[in-house]
T-cell receptor, first 115, second 111 residues
Framework: DTGVSQNPRHKITKRGQNVTFRCDPI?????LYWYRQTLGQGPEFLTY????????KSRLLSDRFSAERPKGSFSTLEIQRTEQGDSAMYLC?????????????FGAGTRLSVL | GQNIDQPTEMTATEGAIVQINCTYQ??????LFWYQQHAGEAPTFLSY????GLEEKGRFSSFLSRSKGYSYLLLKELQMKDSASYLC????????????FGAGTTVTVRA
């Protein structure tokens, strides 16, 4: 399978705990994106990497959120001291940034439930 | 930012045609995308428009009018498997890395 892979698919945690999600992009895609999607809404942009550099962070991304992409390959998104409002689907996407279309291909997401 | 509007729900009969409209406002338009998303699954890319006109791809077509800030996705010969959410997304020149999505249109295909 050469698509975007995300793990875990589901995560249930208690309020105040830390969680970490992983995204493996399509190989050779230099751009990687994180979005958050709540029920009945479209995905909302969180952050973006070009290779290993994090180039943009949305205001939605509070100080409790941190994302990394070491070596420009897989990425992790960590949420510290989770709150119930963090419950959502976290989607990762990747693209080849040099092409005009720059189509983003999405993973199936990690569904987070904070109790 | 972009204001992207699309209907919340649409229902159609198997074999019929459905048109999903999307209107947007952006200062520096740089492409419009349609994605299909089945419940609990990844959004999958359907179409891309950057110039005015119709792009046809099998049973799916997408139209764009930049002057009107308007697009539609046309689904022909509907099949039960087309029941899904359809997301309209716009890219702006000022930040070509991110997509701004509408809330999605849930299409239900009935036998």
């Amino acid at each position: 399978d050469t698509g975007v892979s995300q793990n875990p698919r589901h995560k249930i945690t208690k309020r105040g705990q830390n969680v970490t999600f992983r995204c493996d992009p399509i190989s050779e895609h230099n751009r990687l994106y994180w979005y958050r999607q709540t029920l009945g809404q479209g995905p909302e942009f969180l952050t973006y990497f070009q290779n290993e550099a994090q180039l943009e962070k949305s205001r939605l991304l509070s100080d409790r959120f941190s994302a990394e992409r070491p070596k420009g390959s897989f990425s992790t998104l960590e949420i510290q001291r989770t709150e119930q409002g963090d419950s959502a689907m976290y989607l990762c996407a990747s693209s080849v940034g040099v092409l005009a279309k720059n189509i983003q291909y999405f993973g199936a997401g990690t569904r987070l439930s904070v109790l | 930012g972009q204001n992207i509007d699309q209907p919340t729900e649409m229902t159609a009969t198997e074999g019929a045609i459905v048109q999903i409209n999307c209107t947007y406002q952006t200062s520096g338009f740089n492409g419009l995308f349609w994605y299909q998303q089945h419940a609990g699954e990844a959004p999958t890319f359907l179409s891309y428009n950057v110039l005015d006109g119709l792009e046809e791809k099998g049973r799916f077509s997408s139209f764009l009018s930049r002057s009107k800030g308007y697009s539609y996705l046309l689904l022909k010969e509907l099949q039960m498997k087309d029941s899904a959410s359809y997301l309209c997304a716009v890219r702006d020149k000022s930040n070509d890395y991110k997509l701004s999505f509408g809330a999605g249109t849930t299409v239900t295909v009935r036998a």
